[in-house]
Protein backbone atom coordinates (compact mmCIF):
# COMPACT_ATOMS: atom_id res chain seq x y z
CA UNK A 1 0.00 0.00 0.00
CA UNK A 2 1.25 3.55 -0.69
CA UNK A 3 2.19 6.12 2.12
CA UNK A 4 -0.82 8.32 2.41
CA UNK A 5 1.41 11.25 1.92
CA UNK A 6 2.00 10.26 -1.91
CA UNK A 7 -1.02 10.54 -2.42
CA UNK A 8 -1.63 14.38 -2.37
CA UNK A 9 -0.84 17.08 -5.17
CA UNK A 10 2.69 17.48 -4.99
CA UNK A 11 5.49 18.73 -7.36
CA UNK A 12 8.51 17.17 -5.34
CA UNK A 13 9.91 14.26 -3.89
CA UNK A 14 9.64 13.18 -0.36
CA UNK A 15 11.18 10.62 1.96
CA UNK A 16 8.38 8.56 1.89
CA UNK A 17 8.48 8.07 -1.77
CA UNK A 18 11.63 6.33 -1.57
CA UNK A 19 9.92 3.31 0.57
CA UNK A 20 12.23 2.85 2.80
CA UNK A 21 14.91 2.42 0.36
CA UNK A 22 18.28 3.80 -1.22
CA UNK A 23 17.74 4.53 -4.80
CA UNK A 24 19.99 5.32 -7.38
CA UNK A 25 19.10 7.88 -10.38
CA UNK A 26 20.00 10.03 -13.37
CA UNK A 27 20.03 13.57 -13.67
CA UNK A 28 18.55 14.95 -16.06
CA UNK A 29 18.16 19.12 -15.80
CA UNK A 30 18.61 21.15 -13.06
CA UNK A 31 16.75 24.37 -12.40
CA UNK A 32 16.27 27.30 -9.84
CA UNK A 33 12.90 27.83 -8.75
CA UNK A 34 11.79 30.28 -6.20
CA UNK A 35 9.81 28.22 -3.43
CA UNK A 36 7.36 29.55 -0.72
CA UNK A 37 8.13 28.09 2.48
CA UNK A 38 5.49 26.68 5.17
CA UNK A 39 5.61 30.02 6.92
CA UNK A 40 5.67 32.59 3.85
CA UNK A 41 9.46 32.56 3.12
CA UNK A 42 10.27 32.56 -0.55
CA UNK A 43 13.49 31.00 -1.22
CA UNK A 44 15.71 30.05 -4.39
CA UNK A 45 16.64 26.36 -4.32
CA UNK A 46 18.05 24.01 -6.99
CA UNK A 47 15.36 21.19 -8.08
CA UNK A 48 16.76 18.69 -9.98
CA UNK A 49 14.88 16.21 -12.35
CA UNK A 50 15.78 12.57 -12.44
CA UNK A 51 15.78 10.32 -16.20
CA UNK A 52 12.69 8.88 -16.51
CA UNK A 53 10.89 10.40 -13.10
CA UNK A 54 8.17 13.34 -13.18
CA UNK A 55 8.54 15.02 -9.52
CA UNK A 56 11.48 16.81 -8.85
CA UNK A 57 14.12 16.97 -6.30
CA UNK A 58 14.18 19.93 -3.60
CA UNK A 59 17.95 20.65 -3.33
CA UNK A 60 18.47 21.89 0.01
CA UNK A 61 22.64 23.02 0.76
CA UNK A 62 23.63 19.96 2.58
CA UNK A 63 22.58 17.88 -0.25
CA UNK A 64 23.71 20.59 -2.92
CA UNK A 65 26.99 20.33 -0.99
CA UNK A 66 27.17 16.34 -1.45
CA UNK A 67 26.52 16.85 -4.89
CA UNK A 68 29.11 19.23 -5.86
CA UNK A 69 31.74 16.51 -3.98
CA UNK A 70 31.38 14.50 -6.41
CA UNK A 71 30.74 16.23 -9.87
CA UNK A 72 31.89 19.95 -9.15
CA UNK A 73 29.79 23.22 -8.43
CA UNK A 74 28.67 23.62 -11.72
CA UNK A 75 25.03 22.08 -11.95
CA UNK A 76 25.26 21.46 -16.05
CA UNK A 77 28.19 18.83 -14.61
CA UNK A 78 25.48 17.11 -12.98
CA UNK A 79 23.43 16.32 -15.76
CA UNK A 80 23.80 12.46 -16.67
CA UNK A 81 25.44 11.70 -13.39
CA UNK A 82 24.04 9.48 -11.17
CA UNK A 83 23.39 10.04 -7.24
CA UNK A 84 21.95 7.64 -4.69
CA UNK A 85 19.09 9.25 -2.44
CA UNK A 86 18.38 7.60 0.93
CA UNK A 87 15.46 8.25 3.18
CA UNK A 88 16.68 9.76 6.70
CA UNK A 89 15.66 12.07 9.52
CA UNK A 90 16.80 15.65 10.73
CA UNK A 91 15.75 18.18 13.16
CA UNK A 92 14.22 21.17 12.17
CA UNK A 93 13.17 22.94 15.03
CA UNK A 94 12.07 20.98 18.35
CA UNK A 95 11.26 18.65 15.79
CA UNK A 96 12.45 15.77 14.33
CA UNK A 97 11.41 15.72 10.15
CA UNK A 98 11.52 12.92 7.69
CA UNK A 99 13.74 14.09 4.51
CA UNK A 100 16.03 12.77 2.08
CA UNK A 101 20.26 12.76 1.56
CA UNK A 102 22.24 12.27 -0.82
CA UNK A 103 25.15 9.77 -0.35
CA UNK A 104 28.38 10.85 -0.37
CA UNK A 105 29.87 8.86 -3.19
CA UNK A 106 29.80 8.32 -7.15
CA UNK A 107 27.55 5.51 -7.18
CA UNK A 108 28.66 1.89 -9.03
CA UNK A 109 27.35 1.79 -12.49
CA UNK A 110 24.92 -0.92 -12.94
CA UNK A 111 25.99 -4.64 -13.77
CA UNK A 112 25.24 -5.02 -17.48
CA UNK A 113 22.72 -7.64 -18.44
CA UNK A 114 24.42 -10.67 -20.44
CA UNK A 115 22.53 -9.07 -23.89
CA UNK A 116 23.83 -5.95 -22.88
CA UNK A 117 27.09 -7.67 -22.54
CA UNK A 118 27.03 -10.26 -25.91
CA UNK A 119 26.09 -6.63 -28.08
CA UNK A 120 28.63 -4.70 -26.43
CA UNK A 121 31.48 -7.62 -27.06
CA UNK A 122 33.45 -7.25 -30.43
CA UNK A 123 32.20 -9.85 -32.80
Known amino acids: MPDYRGMFDRDYI ?25 KGV ?9 EGKEKGFTCNKTNGKAIAAMYGNKTEDWVGKRITLFPTTTSMGSET ?19 EQRNASPS
Open 14 to 38: GAWDLNGQDVTVTIARVECKELVGS
Open 42 to 50: KAKKPIIYF
Open 97 to 115: VECIRVRPGVPAEPAQSKK
